[in-house]
Each structure stands twice: as C-alpha cells, then as structure tokens.
C-alpha cells in the first residue's frame, strides 16, 4: 500500500533529485520491505511447523514407548505368575512325593518357554569335562516333528559357562539365548537354551531363576529315578558302578 501511494507522498523534487526519481526510490524501497517482511514471516512458519512436527513426533514415540511399556509390564507379570506357580509346585513335588518325577523336569522347560511367549526351549544336563550330554528336555512349541528348530552344540554351552553369564548367539537368522546355572563347581551343569521371538520384550535374568530350579530338581531325581530304560549302555555302568562298594575284579 505504502509503494502503490508513494507518489501522493511526494509532490517536490528533494536535493535536486527530481520528484520522479524520489518516488521511484520510494517505491523501491517499500517493494524491498515488504519483500524482506514476506520471507522472514516464511522462515518463521517453517520454523513453526518444523516444532509442531517434532512435537508430534515426540508424542507418538511416547506413545510407542508408554505401549511398549505396558507389554513389557504385561509380560513379566506372566512371568512372575509362572515363576510362583513353578516354585509352589516345585517344593510340593520334592516334599510330598517319595519320588520325584521326570515330568516334573519336563514342565520345568514347558513354563520357560511359556513366560518367553511360547518360544522353543530345550533343557539339557551336560558333563562339562567330557562336554557329553547327560539328559536333555525339549519343548519344540508344537513343531509336529517334535523337535527343536536350532541345534546347540554342548561346547557353546562351555563357553557361556567359562563366562558365566547369560549369552546369546546367532543361529540361520535365529537368535538364540544360553542360560548356564549358577553352580561354578559342579562337574555336571544344567543349561536352558531358549529362541528369542523377534519383537518381544522379556526379562532373559528370569531364565536363571528355571536352569537352577531344574538342576536343584535333577540332582534330587538322580538319586531316586532309575534312568537305565533311557540312557545309553555306557551310562548304564556308570550309574552301577557308582552304587557298587568294594573292588570289581
């Protein structure tokens, strides 16, 4: 407005520049101002939008992170359930029964896997100077093969002992997480080795809490469960000649 009314502005020449001249200049000079006024409001909307995409983006990852916290929150008390659930049954088994039963070992891998969402788990008891396989437990989650779709070969499982903790590796595209006992001393150790579902949430340190459960519940089996029908014939000596006193000639 101030460009389009310049020339009413001026009806003189000004220091001997003429009137034409003068509201040129004036016209130039508002054209330059509004021009410069028009991208500065430009800058200051992108800016503005540019702060309410961020906010945006900031609450959908809220969002993200408060709805993965809910899963998170979800699954470790199905975890816990499973765990009061396992450690009640547990003490009844050992103190209730004369004997302890094989099934009890079987659920033990049943409920890990059921608190990881249903993932494949095996339990395996392993000799770890021989690094031979004294017994082991699968839950294969339904395969109708019956078997597990990852093979773990007991000198991986050395090696998560000689670190003592928790490790994962890698498998065909499958991640895999060994659990080794707590018991650093004994010569024969429980492992769990359970697949990681991809895009699940799970607390891997309530593993430990079912490989020491289990290895405290197949020591006791040991000593009251006749394993001859489903061992191999050079365990089956082993197991005599531990309860043989005196001298084999």
């Known amino acids: 407005m101030l460009a389009v009314f310049s020339p009413s502005f001026v009806n003189k020449s000004y220091l001997g520049i003429s009137e034409s001249n003068v509201e040129e200049l004036l ?3 508002f054209g330059l101002s509004g021009l410069a006024i028009f991208m500065f409001y430009e800058r ?3 800016k503005k939008e540019k702060e309410n995409q961020e906010m945006i983006d900031a609450c959908d990852h809220a969002k993200k992170e408060l709805v993965s916290s809910y899963q998170y929150i979800g699954s ?11 450690v009640n049954d547990t003490s009844v088994s050992m103190y209730d029964q004369a004997k302890l039963s094989k099934d009890l070992l079987k659920s033990l891998v049943t409920a890990a896997s059921v608190s990881f969402g249903g993932a494949p788990a095996l339990l395996r008891f392993v000799y770890l100077e021989k690094l031979r396989t004294d017994r082991e437990f699968v839950h ?12 773990v070969s007991n000198k991986d499982l050395k090696a998560a002992h000689d670190q003592g903790s928790i490790t994962k590796i890698s498998q065909e595209n499958k991640q895999l997480i060994l659990v080794p006992s707590d018991s650093r001393n004994a010569n024969m150790k429980a492992f769990l080795v359970i697949q990681e579902l991809p895009g699940s ?9 079912f490989v020491n459960q289990a290895e405290l519940v197949y020591r006791a089996l040991r000593k009251d469960v006749d394993f001859s029908s489903d061992v191999a014939p050079l365990e089956q000596v082993e197991v005599v000649t531990r309860n043989v006193k005196g001298e084999i000639e």
């Open 201 to 209: 949430e799970y607390d891997v340190s309530v593993l430990k809490v």
């Open 44 to 46: 200051l909307m992108e």
């Open 27 to 29: 016209i130039f000079i």
């Open 140 to 151: 294969p989650n339904g395969n109708p093969n019956k078997s597990l779709p990852f093979n």
């Open 76 to 86: 470790v008390n199905r975890q816990l359930e499973v765990l009061k659930k396992l």
